[in-house]
């Protein structure tokens, strides 16, 4: 069992930057490829990036693409999210998830951290 705790969200303003991180453990499963989920009020989850275990292979949701920045470190099971340019519309509760590879398919994810908040104001 993997366990997922996020950090990092909180207020930003428009056009400002934030960097998520989620830190894994547990004693049998280490992640082969991580994802980052966000939901909005009223919205379904979204997928945002995913990064492979090795190499540079990622995957950017179409909305978020050329703004953020997935990537991870292996030594620490770290997986983190660097925001750039950041909108209004990006205001969700951010999800880190694991999965055992690398895709946008919420469903293929099998463990999931609590959520961190990101706001992103005028």
């Known amino acids: 069992q993997v366990q997922l705790v996020e950090s990092g969200g909180g207020l930003v303003q428009a056009g400002g930057s934030l960097r998520l991180s989620c830190a894994a453990s547990g004693r049998t499963f280490i992640p082969l490829a991580m994802g980052w989920f966000r939901q909005a009020p009223g919205k379904e989850r979204e997928f945002v990036a995913a990064?492979?275990?090795?190499?540079?292979?990622?995957l950017y949701g179409d909305s978020v693409k050329g703004r953020f920045t997935i990537s991870r470190d292996n030594a620490k099971n770290t997986v983190y999210l660097q925001m750039d340019s950041l909108k209004p519309e990006d205001t969700a509760v951010y999800y880190c998830a694991a999965a055992s590879t690398m895709t946008s398919r919420r469903d293929l994810y099998t463990a999931w951290g609590q959520g961190t908040q990101v706001t992103v104001s005028e």
């Open positions: 990064i492979w275990r090795t190499g540079p292979n990622t």
